[in-house]
């Protein structure tokens, strides 16, 4: 049975049932159909960008900020594996997103011809599943590939478009999306250890990771840490999870001075992770060994199981497992909170602007000053990712966006684009580095296009200082890390958006006021001295 619909149609309306605003991409000839089903639709809306790159990590934040799966789309071949680098965030960003491709007609798959590679191969490895699409089923694949790219650990979907198809008849189709089903309980006998193992602890450790975001249990970790009195510890992307004023912070693993955060962790007696996930720092790279591990998340904990003790590993439903903890009386822990406190206060010293010279410290110190505190900061990969993800004061999830799983440079300005079109009511930047910068500038014409608010701070060094300082560390010259000859990156205009050019703090604070009172995007380049990083980035967690 046929419907009056033709797959284009079908396809789009399936997406704006599950609350879809936008596809980010760039147009083929097979693409067509469905940029005019696009068209003839409310409440949903194609955004080209200058690279398919950018349109995925568009897609991939839409994704991380809202819950709902991002959509983004790239041709045969170069545009497939532009799109994948966004495909890739998404996945170890943990983000839900679909990625749509063009495909092949059965005939020429496996054939030699123009733009043809194995789409389904290329994406196997990034996503959590790969399929095509059929014509019969367009409601019932487009509604799987959102419910896988939502359960569990959020990640990506491809579903590649056989060209043609766009104008066939789609299948009659009553099918409607069923959100996932949360996680089943964690094992009760299971919990009942950690309660035995956390009761018996005298140093017990709070580890929280992104799982714990998504399960939105930033009320419940606060409740846990306070009631046993015990430090807690932060992934980069669960920034927000824990006041950096609570009583019970103590830092940000392997961003800046994450050694002094480790002469906290390395006490520990025992490690619980809540959503702790991995693929920002594997529980190897600072847990004691003499730790045992409680884990609590929706999927098996990935530790060395021969040279760590994995003791709990309650799969289930985070939310019940904590609240299961939580209903446990207090235990009598042997901490020196007072002392975890004053290592904490003095990492954040070290991390106060100095009175010499201007730089990245003294920038990001104004820009928090002047953001509304509800406001989203997205930050590139470098050197300042690391600064940020320890100095960077963060009020509550999803206000500091940041990619620590794929960790891709040139995520700062797609992010912002983002997180604007997200969240339009509120203010928003993007910090990058030079290097970042060049990466996806291109995409400041897609900001432009659509007049969204963003200001894109511009940390100006002519240095891959991440790479430098290594270079440096192993005695050897300083080489391929500078950005540029000479001169800045900004000019007056890029692309059509105006630079404002800051040399301290005095003119930054001036300029981030003139640009966020703005009507659309605008640079602040502040041209800052990238040594500063040297003594703060690239620390040891643990000896």
């Given amino acids: 049975m046929t419907s009056d619909k033709t797959v284009a149609v079908a396809l789009v309306e399936a997406l704006r049932e599950l609350g879809v605003k936008y596809i ?20 949903i809306e194609f955004i080209l960008t200058t690279h398919e790159g950018g349109a995925g990590m568009m897609a991939a934040v839409v994704g991380w900020l809202s819950g709902t799966p991002g959509v983004c789309f790239g041709t045969f071949g170069p545009g497939a594996t532009n799109l994948a680098t966004g495909v890739g965030g998404a996945q170890l960003d943990r983000a839900p997103l679909i990625a749509l491709t063009d495909e092949m007609q059965p005939p020429m798959r496996g054939r030699v011809t123009q733009m043809g590679i194995d789409h389904q191969a290329l994406f196997a490895p990034l996503t959590k599943k790969t399929t095509r699409l059929r014509a019969d089923a367009v409601r019932a694949m487009v509604f799987d590939a959102a419910r896988v790219a939502m359960e569990g650990r959020p990640g990506a979907v491809h579903l590649g478009l056989p060209v043609g198809m766009s104008a066939e008849k789609a299948g009659a189709e009553t099918i409607q999306f069923a959100a996932p089903a949360p996680a089943p309980a964690a094992d009760p006998k299971k919990l009942r250890e950690a309660i035995a193992l956390l009761t018996k602890a005298k140093h017990p450790v709070l580890a929280v990771g992104i799982g714990a975001v998504h399960a939105k249990l930033r009320p419940e970790i606060e409740a846990l ?43 520990a007696d025992l490690v619980i992770g809540i959503g702790y996930d991995p693929v920002e720092f594997n529980y190897e790279s600072w847990m004691p060994k003499a730790a045992p591990l409680v884990s609590l998340d929706v999927v098996p904990a990935d530790i060395d199981r021969e040279s760590y003790t994995l003791a709990v590993d309650a799969v289930g439903d985070i939310k019940q497992s904590i609240t299961t903890l939580l209903a446990a009386p207090p235990a009598a822990h042997q901490w020196d909170m007072n002392a975890m406190r004053q290592r904490r206060d003095a990492m954040f010293a070290k991390l106060r602007p100095s009175n010499e010279g201007f730089g990245p ?36 999830p999803g206000l500091q966006v940041m ?4 960790s891709t440079m040139g995520y700062g300005i797609p992010s912002a684009i983002a997180a604007k079109l997200v969240h339009p009511e509120k203010s928003v930047c993007a910090v990058v580095g030079d290097g970042g910068f060049l990466m996806t500038a291109g995409e400041l014409v897609t900001a432009l296009r659509y007049k969204l608010k963003i ?28 950005v540029r000859g000479t001169s800045t990156l900004g000019g007056d205009v890029v692309f059509g958006v105006p630079v404002r050019t800051a040399r301290d703090s005095v003119e930054l604070r001036r300029e981030l006021e003139t640009a966020f009172a703005g009507d659309g995007p605008v640079i602040v380049e502040a041209l800052v001295d990238s040594r500063e990083y040297d003594e703060v980035v690239l620390k040891k967690d643990k000896p």
Avoid at 368 to 380: A, F, K, W, Y
Wanted: proline share 6%.
């Fill in 361 to 396: 410290k003294a920038a990001l110190a104004v820009l928090r000053e002047i953001l509304p505190s509800d406001g989203i900061m997205t930050c590139d990969v470098g050197a300042h990712t690391h600064l940020i993800g320890q100095m960077w004061p963060t009020p509550a």
């Fill in 455 to 482: 200001v894109i701070v511009l940390l100006t060094d002519n240095d891959l200082a991440l790479i430098r300082i290594k270079q440096e560390k192993k005695g050897n010259p300083i080489y391929g890390t500078k």
């Fill in 403 to 406: 990619t620590n799983g794929w």
């Fill in 24 to 43: 980010f991409g760039v147009p083929s000839g097979g693409w067509v159909d469905y940029m005019e089903a696009l068209r003839n639709a409310d409440g």
């Fill in 225 to 267: 840490a306070e009631k046993h009195n015990m430090p807690v510890v932060l992934t980069p992307m669960a920034k927000g999870m824990l006041a950096e004023d609570h009583p019970s912070y103590a830092g940000v693993l392997f961003h800046a001075l994450s050694n002094i955060v480790g002469e906290t962790h390395q006490q």
